[in-house]
């Protein structure tokens, strides 16, 4: 198609001209499905951007962003379509009063017409109205495993079945993400429709990379800094690492106390930016984050 880059470089400009700063393996994972019309399935820790490249690509190519975000108990009600049963019943009503119910079988096809469909997110994304589309389908770990089975048709085919109506197939297919963060395994099923990729914590010239972007307000020396305090306390044990966004909001924090680089008191008193769980903070709080802190001036 014509709105798909012409090679991964151009698709790697196409990222980074959304304020993604995506590695050359990731970036041709990205250029191989849009190229070869495939899902891609994005796996990862929570907070290393994996949502973010849906969005960016819609922004990009351009095209409308469909999003499904996964919850526990998620059915085909809510995620693809439903019947509005009050418009029918009001059809069925008014077929009554003029008369027209003695051809059953032609009422009962025409109280299953399109126009009594309430599009959900994934017949949404098949739907001609508004252009071609990037389906979004966000954090499927947290979605219950038998909804995985709903997906198999649309990853395989861009189409849905629809047993009173028939099947609707996407005139052009959309490009379709999905995400995990690995709280529980995804069907294989699932993962051989897809195009893979595991989507990591970035190195520190990455990082660095992504703070000029997304929080250019940030003096330099003390971006450098917050991102070499990060890389360190990643490699630590703790209940929950910080991810990119974090990182983005912590180091806004300091800049907004009006710091210029990293002091232990300041560290301190912003933890609850970076970190998550008490347990975490009350482990890296004090000597611990002093330590880092000296680590990261003199890297």
Not at 50 to 79: N, S
Not at 163 to 174: M, S, Y
Not at 190 to 217: F, K, Q, S, T
Not at 262 to 278: M, S
Request: proline share 5%; hydrophobic share 45%; net charge negative.
């Amino acid at each position: 198609m014509s709105d798909i880059p012409g090679s991964v470089e151009a698709t790697q400009q196409l990222l980074a001209a959304g304020g993604y700063v995506a590695d050359r393996a990731l970036s041709t994972t990205v250029h191989l499905a849009l190229r070869m019309g495939r899902p891609l399935f994005l796996e990862g820790e929570p907070g290393t951007g994996k949502t973010e490249i849906a969005k960016v690509l819609a922004g990009g190519l351009p095209r409308r962003l469909v999003r499904l975000q996964c919850y526990d108990g998620l059915d085909l009600g809510a995620a693809a379509y439903e019947w509005n049963h009050a418009k029918q019943l009001i059809s069925i009503r008014l077929a009554e009063a003029s008369g027209e119910t003695t051809d059953r079988e032609a009422l009962e096809r025409g109280i299953y017409d399109r126009r009594f469909l309430q599009e959900r997110p994934l017949l949404q994304a098949l739907s001609p109205e508004g252009g071609p589309a990037v389906l979004l389908i966000d954090e499927l770990d947290r979605a219950d495993e038998p909804f995985e089975a709903f997906l198999l048709e649309l990853l395989a085919d861009f189409q849905l079945s629809i047993p009173e109506f028939g099947t609707v197939k996407a005139a052009i297919p959309p490009v379709v993400i999905i995400t995990s963060n690995r709280t529980r395994e995804v069907h294989d099923a699932i993962r051989r429709r897809c195009l893979y990729h595991w989507v990591d914590y970035p190195d520190a010239a990455r990082e660095r990379a992504i703070l000029r972007i997304r929080a250019p307000h940030v003096p330099e020396a003390l971006s450098a800094q917050v991102v070499a305090f990060v890389q360190r306390l990643r490699g630590g044990e703790y209940f929950k690492l910080p991810g990119v966004a974090e990182t983005i909001d912590w180091a806004s924090a300091l800049a907004a106390l009006d710091a210029t680089e990293l002091e232990p008191t300041a560290v301190d008193e912003t933890l609850g930016v970076l970190l998550k769980y008490q347990d975490d903070i009350a482990k890296l709080r004090g000597a611990e984050a002093a330590k880092l802190v000296a680590e990261s001036k003199a890297a």
